[in-house]
Nanobody, 125 residues
Framework: QVQLVESGGGLVRPGGSLRLSCAAS????????MAWFRQTPGKERDFVAT????????YYAESVKGRFTISRDNAQNTVWLQMNGLKPEDTAVYYC??????????????????WGRGTRVTVAS
């Protein structure tokens, strides 16, 4: 069983940057596809970014493309989400997820087996 813990959330001004971390424990994620999702109250948990096992493939939601970058270091058992040019619409709880069955870059919630508790990001002046 893999546990995921997100960190790095907080309050940031519009146009600012934030880097989220997802630290895995209880097992290695080096053969897992990984992703970030986000959710606001009353809304679905939406796909943000995904990365395959090696870090060689990345896909992003259109709303964050060009602003966010997902990365990983399997030696550190960690995944990051670098968020630049933040907008108020980016305000959400951000969740890290791991796919134990497929090592590709998946975009669907149902593909993921392990989830963190989330870290809150607030973009406001």
């Amino acid at each position: 069983q893999v546990q995921l813990v997100e960190s790095g959330g907080g309050l940031v001004r519009p146009g600012g940057s934030l880097r989220l971390s997802c630290a895995a424990s209880g097992g290695t994620i080096d053969n897992y596809g990984m992703a970030w999702f986000r959710q606001t109250p009353g809304k679905e948990r939406d796909f943000v970014a995904t990365i395959n096992w090696s870090g060689g493939a990345h896909y992003y939601a259109e709303s964050v493309k060009g602003r966010f970058t997902i990365s990983r270091d399997n030696a550190q058992n960690t995944v990051w989400l670098q968020m630049n040019g933040l907008k108020p619409e980016d305000t959400a709880v951000y969740y890290c997820a791991a796919n134990k069955d497929y090592n590709g870059a998946g975009k669907l919630r149902r593909q993921y087996d392990y989830w963190g508790r989330g870290t809150r990001v607030t973009v406001a002046s």
